[in-house]
């Protein structure tokens, strides 16, 4: 009983300082959602999809995994009306992984929560080239451009009709917003779905824990959240918990989330 009420304290105590650090930097202007398309593993044609939401303001944009932006505006909504912060009932779970993308000025805050991998660095010079290809995507008028992230080559197209230099994820840095994008392979494939004016804050956490560059890191703490998952135990917030060992499906989806074999990353 000792040893549930201290978990309870410290999950308060997590949540708190998470919520105390939320601070609203930006207002948006525009919002964008788009189908994110993932190849799990490389050689397979197994995908699957995710819902992103882009939101662009004036001086910041922030990228999420659609769930990871409810989830996150339920819990900011609670915490001001003093609801319960830890009711999950009728939430849904982000299929691959959840993350969030801030850029702030030429600035990347690169946030994955499943496995927790958490970088920052200066915008990505993605060494773009523009081609003569077009094509209408949403109604707007699209140049192809391709460029480099990681070790990956990708095709973007952006319309310069919406004069804003950015797009899904990290990518930005051309002359419009992106409304397609994908790698060489199509291992990673975002396709803008909607396109609507917004009012919704862009928000921030600050000091959870101190960002770090990625590289070898990031390949470490996948290792270490994958032999968690395969002795029948995750980290949450923290805290070793046992899986459900009849629950088969809950174990794979866990493993699908964690092991992020064909990482975009990468």
């Not at 009420?5 to 601070?23: D, G, K, N, P």
């Not at 991998?117 to 081609?131: A, G, H, L, Q, V």
Request: aromatic fraction near 14%; glycine fraction near 6%; proline fraction near 3%.
């Amino acid at each position: 009983m000792k040893k549930k009420l201290l978990i309870i304290v410290l999950l308060i105590f997590q949540y708190s300082e998470i919520l105390s650090q939320i601070i609203t930097i930006d207002t948006a202007k525009f919002f964008i959602e788009y189908d994110y398309s993932y190849r799990i593993n490389k050689g397979f044609d197994q995908y699957v999809n995710e819902l992103i939401s882009l939101y662009i303001g004036n001086n910041s944009s922030i990228s999420q995994t659609s769930n990871a932006f409810k989830s996150n505006k339920i819990l900011r909504e609670a915490s001001k009306n003093g609801l319960n912060l830890f009711n999950t009932k009728g939430r849904t779970m982000s299929k691959v992984h959840v993350y969030t993308v801030h850029k702030i000025h030429d600035s990347l805050f690169v946030d994955h929560t499943l496995p927790k991998i958490k970088f920052k660095t200066p915008s990505y010079n993605f060494e773009w080239e523009i081609k003569k290809d077009k094509k209408i995507i949403l109604g707007y008028e699209c140049v192809k451009a391709e460029g480099q992230y990681g070790n990956r080559k990708f095709i973007a197209w952006f319309s310069i009709e919406i004069p804003i230099s950015d797009g899904p994820y990290v990518f930005n840095g051309l002359p419009g917003l992106i409304l397609e994008i994908y790698d060489e392979n199509n291992d990673h494939i975002f396709t803008a779905k909607r396109k609507e004016i917004s009012n919704e804050e862009i928000v921030q956490s600050f000091g959870y824990f101190k960002y770090k560059k990625p590289g070898k890191w990031i390949q470490k703490e996948k290792e270490k959240y994958k032999n968690l998952i395969n002795t029948g135990r995750i980290s949450y917030f923290g805290h070793i918990q046992n899986i459900d060992n009849d629950s088969p499906e809950r174990r794979e989806e866990l493993l699908i989330r964690a092991s992020l074999t064909n990482s975009i990353e990468l």
